[in-house]
């Protein structure tokens, strides 16, 4: 079993942490001293022992996930020296496998995008490039998906964005339902659960593209239909594209 060190603890490195337990992982999962008291918690609640600075993580760990924000990134690499060909895989959206090399020379660097289900095991865990040890150890958090390339990866960002802004249009999608008279427990489940019968269905039926799968519901004369009618109108679709530009213009941006 590999050892694990996280250089950053911080909201979604614990939820790797829960999730990787919660997976079966039993091996040493070791922490550095920033934000102790999370880090503290860790170690109660999930077994995991927080070391005396970030290089003892280093020295210590197989495999070293990287969970500090971008702009903390170049004092960290100061901070820290890692083994040639030692992993770090990096959370930090936005910083390259270039710019990760200049700063940990030797390490073999990798990227990783997840998201916060990741501690129910739920996570699309998108890994680029395909590394074994990396997904290896980090595949049990959900969905693996493997990129090859870094332009691939940053599209993939932008989707895990996509992640946050969902809560915003159900959020919408149940005060109305509220509004309307619904009490709001049933209309979060209401919501929700049509959420996962679109997603149950889709998955099921790969074969088919998204826009087939909604038209064989919205068939003329129904009234997803007549809905459907209305929101062709009025294209919320064009918001989100704008909102996925933005996104991804500032992802590239860092990158250069």
Not at 54 to 71: C, K, T, W, Y
Not at 100 to 120: D, E, I, K, N, T
Request: with cysteine; aromatic share 6%; hydrophobic share 45%.
């Amino acid at each position: 079993m590999h050892s694990l060190g996280i250089l950053g603890v911080g909201e979604l490195t614990e939820k790797v942490v829960t999730g990787l337990r919660r997976s079966g992982f039993d091996g040493r999962l070791l922490l550095s001293p920033r934000n102790a008291r999370r880090a503290e918690a860790l170690a109660v609640e999930q077994g995991c022992e927080v070391l005396a600075n970030n290089q003892a993580v280093v020295d210590q760990a197989d495999l070293v996930i990287l969970g500090v924000r971008p702009e903390s990134l170049a004092q960290l690499a100061r901070e820290v020296r890692l083994r040639p060909g030692q992993r770090l895989v990096s959370l930090a959206a936005g910083i390259g496998l270039d710019q990760l090399a200049a700063g940990f020379p030797g390490a073999h660097c990798v990227r990783v995008m997840l998201s916060y289900a990741a501690q129910y095991n739920q996570s699309t865990v998108v890994v680029c490039p395909a590394d074994a040890l990396t997904e290896q150890c980090l595949g049990p958090l959900g969905n693996l998906v493997v990129l090859q390339d870094e332009p691939a990866f940053e599209l993939a960002t932008v989707a895990a964005c996509m992640n946050g802004w969902f809560y915003f249009l159900l959020h919408d999608l149940q005060h109305w339902l509220s509004d309307k008279g619904l009490p709001p427990a049933q209309a979060r489940e209401l919501v929700l659960g049509n959420l996962q019968d679109c997603l149950s269905s889709a998955r099921q039926q790969p074969e088919y593209s998204l826009k087939a799968l909604g038209q064989a519901i919205a068939t003329p004369g129904t009234f997803t239909a007549d809905g459907l009618a209305i929101l062709m109108h009025q294209p919320a679709s064009a918001s989100w594209g704008a909102a996925c530009e933005v996104v991804l213009d500032g992802l590239l941006n860092r990158a250069r």
